[in-house]
């Protein structure tokens, strides 16, 4: 969660690229904590305890993400999970919503990974 200098609150979601406005205000916000499903989206829960156990707990400054993004066709299975430092995770986010942010829905990509 990202509050910006106007006061609403963006979501921040690398695993999906995508940055967007949940929230308003302060009071908007806090509804959203009483939302069981925007709750349950947040935490993932079942999927955190899971990569927990299968990759052991984070360490300072590190997420579990989706190795492959959803937005890329990765599915939330322990398989596609590994762990990355929160700055790249966002910079990586960020560039591939920058590519594909006009590409309709199924579109055909091809992925290079470049150092």
């Known amino acids: ?8 609150y963006w979501r921040l979601c690398p695993e999906d690229v995508y940055c967007e ?7 908007e916000l806090d509804s959203l904590s009483t939302d069981q499903e925007f ?12 990569a ?4 052991g707990q984070l360490t300072e400054g590190q997420k579990y993400c989706l190795v492959t993004p959803g937005a890329l ?4 299975v322990i398989s596609n999970i590994n762990t990355a430092p929160l700055h790249e995770l966002i ?4 560039h591939v919503a920058k590519q594909i942010k006009d590409l309709p829905d199924g579109a055909q990509i091809q992925l290079r990974v470049t150092d």
């Open 52 to 55: 927990s156990e299968h990759l």
């Open 91 to 94: 910079r990586f986010s960020g």
């Open 1 to 8: 969660m990202v509050k910006d200098s106007s006061g609403y």
């Open 21 to 27: 406005i949940v929230a308003t205000n302060r009071e």
């Open 73 to 76: 066709g990765g599915e939330y």
């Open 39 to 50: 709750l349950e989206d947040w935490y993932m829960q079942a999927l955190v305890e899971q």
